[in-house]
Structures are given as structure tokens and as C-alpha cells.
């Protein structure tokens, strides 16, 4: 169990020199050899997944940066990587696999590819060359069915060019679409429908149902191979969901075409960022022979039954799902329990956007000042910590960023390293299943390895995310482009400047004097605000 530990030791551990930011060598003696091939290299789908496996004395081996996915622009390298993944597998106890990435190129580019269907299954065929050549390694993939972002503005760059002008029309003829194949449409939505498929040119429609059809054909192909014992375990992620969709529309779809396959073999949930730690978490605990016990408790309200934002799911079914994926088992008593994952949700059901400013008052909604139920949920964190009970903490009230008012009471209750796991970043799925992956590995882990994680997913999801982002884009409203944030081109120098003098402020308000803090250097790995790197 994790002690008290005091600002003394803090400041001591600061002095040995231990470096925030560092992954940390994995010595000759590694605890076992894994494969990793995420779906893109930003540092929450690779490196930060990684770590939390090497953390734990595992050797974890990557791709270079330049056979993945590297921007909305730059697919990553099919081929290369399959050829890649043959000459490093071997040693390996067991690889983790994005299928997005062996064979569209990425996350972002299977929504936009143009690659004929024969070569996307003939890329998918190799995943059974790679098992019969490796019969003795676990195997575990995971793919993604394409998002349907409710509009243009939502879709960023990562659609193909005509959503920002037809995809508010896409997004509701597909809601529509689904709503009659599930409870039927009055005359108001039937007129609606027919009007909303009017506004969309033929080619448009064609062309975005046709590479949807291509995405449907390609988890058919990894379902077979499911069936067949190629994977040790394979899920498929809903990504940017809602719950009438084209997205939850297919993934009915997919769940009557895999029926009779055991959740222990083929799960079908929300998400996909989360997805990469995940799967290393159950590689760990398939290795290990674990079976860690989570126990979940949900703040006062809604609780499990939020349907958050950018998810067609009850959270309280996403959670279930985050731990049998990541080889885990819930219980009903926090006395059985290797872990107590506290999910913070907003009372009335609801999830905010953490950086996003009221229209009507002008003011940052995550303003960091108590809401219903706040007090309510630190006064649990505090109730389990001082019981000894090792803690994680789902942050989910907000969407894109931590809950400032949680943290500032953790921050002040000195709660911030006494719990084991922590995520507040993107959707909510996201950070209950980071939150889970590395908090079902935690309690295996040395504090000082388990603060190093901490530590990170404070300066990225409360500092960053919640804050010093949403700053920035009220200083980027200056500029004469609109499109500064997602393509800060010659600015990009003196915005990742003012990042960096920014998050040095954060990190000397908020956390110990761990080594490392007053000299992070923010990086833009994608050159865009939405995510951020530091070194």
C-alpha cells in the first residue's frame, strides 16, 4: 500500500534527480519483451501507453516515428511496418497491434484513404501469417469503426474536405437512419429526413458510405480471423460516438455478425485512444497470470448511467468493458478489490467541454469553483485513501480536460500522490480506460514509478488541457486566420514558447519540485493546439 509521503520527500527525490519526463531504461533483466504497434505517434496513443508497461520493468519496442501516422496529413506506412513488425517480433511474450495502422495507415487516414478493398484485405490476411510464424506469442489488435462527427466544425481536418460543409446533413440523415431501424420516425423526422438527404449531393453521400462499407468489410475480415484463433483478444472501438449514428447504426451491424464470440475474445465499445494501454494492461496481466479485482464507484447523481459526450454508451457499460479488456474483473466490495476506480461525473448526467467559454455569459464553465456533488466526491477520495485502499480517479465531468475544481481540492487536500492512477484527458471513455489500464497495473509498480505517470497526466490533461490551452486559443482569437489553432504555421515558435513559459508556471503552483519541472520545453507533435508533447 502507498504511505503518506511528505513535500521532504518530494524535494529529496527531486535532489536524487529523478526526471519527470523520463520513460526510464529497461535493464538486460526486463521482466519480458512486448510489441507495440499503436495507431499513430502522438504521445498518449504510443510513448505515454508504453510507459506505463515499462514502468512496470517491461521492455516495450515501437515502430519509428516515421512508418506511423504523423498528422492529419501524413499517413503512416502500411507495408514498412508490416515488414517491421516480422523482423522485431521474434522474442517477443506478446504484441499489441493496431489494426487502423497495419492496414489504412492510421487512425485518421482510415477516414479518409482512397485504398483499393483488395489490398485492404490482403493487408489484413497478414495478421495469420504473423501468428502461424509466431504460434507461442499472444497476439492482441485493435481496431476502430469510422466516427461521425456532428458537424464540420467537429470533424476538424481529420474528414475528407466535404464534411465541412455536408456534415451536419450526414451526421443527422445517419441519426435518422438509425432511429427508424431501431424505434421508427413520426412525419416531422420522415419530412426531415428527406429534406436532409436532399441537401447532400449524390457523390458526396456515395463516396463517404463507400469507404464506410470498405471499414465494415475490414472488421468483418478481423472478426473471421477472431473466430479462427489468430488473436489472443480483439476489440473494435466506436470513435467520437453518439447514440443515433451511422457509427452506432454499423456497430449493430457488427455485433449481430459476431455473435457467439466470448467477451474474453471479441469486444465491441466506445472509443479508441484508450485503447493501446489497454490491451499492454492485459498483455501484462495475461503474462503474469493476473487477474486484478476493480471495485467502482460512481459520484452522486447520474453516476453510471451518464451517457457522455462523443459516446453512444452508459458509462457504467464503457467501465465494464475498459476492465475485461484490460484482463480485470469488477467486484462489489472495496475489501476484494486490488483497486477502487472513483469515476467523477457531473450530477445531472451531463459532460461539460472543459475549455470551452459560455456564449451567453462569457464565462469558462470549468472555472474551478465547486458544482453539485464536488465536495461529495473529494470527501471519497479522502475516505479511501485514508483507508489505505490504492485509488484511481476517472475524471470525466468534463470532455477535453480535467475538472478544475476537483483538482484544485486535491491539489489543496494534499490527494494529488496519494492515489495510484489518474486521467482526465479527450472523451470520456478515454480517461476511464487510461484511468483503468494503468490503475489495474499501479498496485504492482513503485511509488516513485506510479508518481512519474502522475505526474504526467497532470501537466497534460489538468495543466494543459484545462487550462493553459484554453488560454491560448483566447490569445490565437487575435489573429486574423480562424484557422491558427489547428495549423499554427509560422507561429507555431512563439505559441509553443508561450506553452512552455505557461506550463512552468502550472507545474510551480501545483506540484512538488520534482526534477525536470522548471525546465519543460512544449512541443506540438502534430502542429496543432489539440495536443501537446514536453521534453
Known amino acids: 500500500m502507498k504511505g503518506i509521503k511528505s513535500i521532504a520527500a518530494a524535494v529529496c527525490m527531486a535532489l536524487l534527480g529523478w526526471f519527470v519526463f523520463s520513460a526510464g531504461s529497461v535493464s538486460a533483466a526486463a521482466k519480458g519483451k512486448l510489441l507495440f504497434i499503436p495507431h499513430d505517434n502522438r504521445p498518449i496513443s504510443g510513448e505515454e501507453s508504453a510507459d506505463v508497461v515499462r514502468a512496470m520493468g517491461y521492455e516495450v519496442i515501437m515502430p519509428p516515428q516515421e512508418l506511423l501516422s504523423g498528422g492529419t496529413e501524413k499517413p503512416g506506412r502500411p507495408d514498412a511496418l508490416w515488414a517491421w513488425a516480422r523482423e522485431h517480433v521474434r522474442g517477443a511474450q506478446a504484441a499489441v497491434i493496431s489494426s487502423d495502422a497495419m492496414i489504412y495507415g492510421g487512425l485518421v487516414p482510415s477516414r479518409k484513404h482512397e485504398i483499393p478493398e483488395q489490398v485492404l484485405s490482403g493487408r489484413a490476411a497478414q495478421f495469420a501469417r ?126 449481430q455478425y459476431a455473435a457467439g464470440l466470448p467477451e474474453t475474445k471479441f469486444q465491441l465499445q466506445a472509443g479508441i485512444d484508450e485503447f493501446g494501454v489497454l490491451l499492454l494492461s492485459r498483455a501484462v496481466n495475461d503474462i503474469e497470470r493476473q487477474i486484478p479485482f476493480l471495485y467502482v464507484r460512481y459520484n452522486e447523481g447520474t453516476g453510471a448511467d451518464t451517457v457522455p459526450s462523443y459516446s453512444d454508451s452508459r458509462i457504467g457499460a464503457s467501465v465494464r468493458a475498459a476492465v475485461l479488456a484490460a484482463g480485470g474483473m469488477l467486484v462489489r466490495s ?106 489495474l497495473l499501479s498496485t504492482r509498480m513503485s511509488d516513485e514509478a506510479c508518481d512519474r505517470l502522475l505526474t504526467r497526466r497532470y501537466l497534460e490533461d489538468w495543466g494543459y488541457q484545462a487550462n493553459v490551452r484554453t488560454g491560448l486559443a483566447a490569445d490565437l482569437a487575435q489573429f486574423r486566420r480562424p484557422d491558427v489553432y489547428a495549423n499554427p504555421g509560422s507561429y507555431e515558435t512563439g505559441i509553443t514558447a508561450r506553452i512552455t513559459i505557461r506550463m512552468r508556471q502550472f507545474a510551480a503552483r501545483n506540484l512538488p519540485p520534482y526534477s525536470g519541472l522548471d525546465t519543460l520545453r512544449a512541443v506540438l507533435p502534430w502542429h496543432r493546439l489539440f495536443e501537446v508533447d514536453f521534453h
Open 130 to 255: 504473423l501468428r502461424q510464424e509466431n504460434p507461442g506469442m499472444r497476439l492482441y489488435a485493435f481496431g476502430s469503426l469510422m466516427r461521425t462527427p456532428v458537424n464540420g466544425a467537429a470533424a476538424g481536418q481529420e474528414e475528407p474536405p466535404y464534411y465541412q460543409e455536408y456534415g451536419a446533413d450526414l451526421f443527422r440523415v445517419s441519426a435518422l437512419e438509425d432511429k427508424a431501424e431501431t424505434v421508427g420516425l413520426d412525419a416531422e423526422e420522415k419530412q426531415e429526413l428527406a429534406r436532409r438527404r436532399q441537401a447532400v449531393p449524390a457523390d458526396v453521400r456515395q463516396d463517404w458510405l463507400a469507404r464506410r462499407d470498405k471499414n465494415l468489410s475490414v472488421s468483418r475480415r478481423m472478426i473471421d480471423l477472431t473466430r479462427q484463433g489468430v488473436f489472443s483478444y480483439f476489440v473494435i472501438g466506436k470513435d467520437d460516438n453518439a447514440p443515433l449514428s451511422q457509427t452506432h447504426r454499423e456497430g449493430r451491424m457488427l455485433e
Open 334 to 439: 472495496p475489501e476484494r478489490a486490488d483497486l477502487v476506480m472513483l469515476v467523477n461525473t457531473n450530477k445531472d448526467g451531463r459532460t461539460g467541454e472543459a475549455n470551452v467559454i459560455s456564449p451567453s455569459e462569457g464565462t469558462l464553465l470549468n472555472d474551478g469553483q465547486d458544482r453539485a456533488a464536488t465536495r461529495a466526491f473529494v470527501r471519497m477520495v479522502k475516505r479511501y485513501a485514508e483507508a489505505g485502499r490504492p485509488v484511481g480517479i476517472a475524471d470525466i465531468a468534463f470532455a477535453n480536460g480535467a475538472d478544475n475544481a476537483l483538482m484544485r481540492h486535491l491539489r489543496d487536500e494534499g490527494l494529488l500522490y496519494r492515489i495510484r492512477s489518474y486521467a482526465g484527458w479527450n472523451t470520456a471513455t478515454n480517461s476511464t480506460g487510461f484511468a483503468i489500464g494503468m490503475g
